[in-house]
């Protein structure tokens, strides 16, 4: 079995060139800092990046992030289940990169041997907009308020720039999580996120301000014709401004000259669109609390295939899902 190293992952996916964000090598050297090993393999027409998390007894767990890449997995998983069981993995989750209803399908023959797994890392639904549209076509099917709101901004005086000040970006992130009660990683991670990332031209940190100062950060990801909201902070002051609504726009914007086809706001909550509709104004625990934000850009609700997990160590795995049920609360983006 042959691991490939960081260039031959990237020359694999040359031909792949709109893999999903967390399957890049930027993805797997950030997590490699933050208690991850990533292994890259690749067989035929497939190829996938897969995440190793030790455990104690040198166990470990094994996740595939939104993928693997190409087609005919069955060829690719042999190299894999090798792999997983050379890192004494009790299990292996599999997050594919595709959507319920959509034209790409998982091959019955490569799921035998996994069972279906609702409970994913990565929120299943989310919310596309479709940068192919005009800027002009883009606004109009926003929310009244929502186009409202982002020329309210602009009438008074808030400028939108790329920057790099990932301190004043972390600072702000810590008071939006006080203030509404989100997850917010290290200093340390946004840093190392920003700068793997920008190696290869898939990152990019807009800064909304009010003359000389920072009102709210919004951090883009890139790869292909896809760009991914992942991060973003608003601080306390001027927030009537609405800053964070032209963030959004003005992403897109960039986004849509770069050559991306559609912008992913990264996750609503896991409800059809009948009760995303009926409880966003009385909601904000997890999820909902960004909704009611994210709705106003009127994407299209997709929602994600569940995960596949294969299991090496069934005592072991059972001893792991209680200690992960314990455990839960938002994840984003891989953590």
């Known amino acids: 079995m042959a691991i490939l190293s960081e260039t031959e992952w990237q020359q694999t996916l040359s031909r792949f060139p709109n893999?999903?964000?967390l399957q890049l090598v930027g993805w797997g050297k950030l997590k490699s800092q933050f208690g991850w090993k990533p292994f890259r393999v690749a067989n035929g027409n497939a190829g996938a990046q897969v995440l190793f998390r030790k455990l104690p007894f040198s166990f470990s767990i094994a996740y595939i992030p939104k993928g693997p890449v190409g087609s005919d997995w069955q060829e690719l998983w042999p190299e894999i289940d090798r792999l997983c069981r050379k890192q004494h993995a009790i299990l292996l989750q599999v997050e594919p990169d595709t959507f319920e209803g959509s034209s790409d399908s998982v091959e019955a023959d490569w799921l035998a041997g996994f069972k279906t797994e609702t409970d994913t890392i990565q929120p299943r639904r989310t919310s596309l907009i479709d940068l192919a549209q005009t800027e002009e076509e883009i606004l109009a099917g926003m929310k009244q308020k929502t186009r409202y709101n982002i020329r309210l901004a602009e009438k008074k005086g808030v400028t939108v720039q790329l920057s790099n000040d990932l301190e004043n970006f972390h600072r702000v992130s810590q008071v939006t999580a006080e203030r509404d009660g989100f997850f917010v990683h290290s200093r340390d991670y946004y840093q190392k996120a920003f700068n793997y990332f920008t190696e290869g031209g898939n990152v990019a940190l807009f800064e909304a301000r009010l003359d000389s100062q920072a009102l709210a950060y919004l951090m883009l990801f890139i790869n292909g014709k896809r760009a991914w909201y992942f991060y973003g902070a608003s601080d306390d002051a001027y927030r009537n401004l609405m800053p964070a609504y032209l963030l959004q726009w003005e992403a897109m914007r960039y986004a849509k000259s770069r050559g991306a086809a559609?912008?992913?706001l990264w996750g609503v909550p896991d409800e059809d669109e009948e009760k995303l509709e009926s409880d966003f104004m009385n909601r904000?625990?997890?999820?909902?609390?960004?909704?009611?934000?994210?709705?106003g850009f009127n994407g299209r609700i997709v929602r994600s295939l569940p995960a596949y997990v294969k299991v090496y160590k069934p005592l072991l795995y059972k001893l792991y899902q209680a200690y992960r049920n314990r455990r839960k609360g938002n994840n984003y983006a891989g953590d």
Not at 285 to 293: A, E, K, M, T
């Open 19 to 21: 893999a999903h964000i």
């Open 262 to 264: 559609v912008y992913d």
């Open 284 to 295: 904000s625990d997890g999820l909902w609390g960004v909704y009611r934000f994210k709705r």
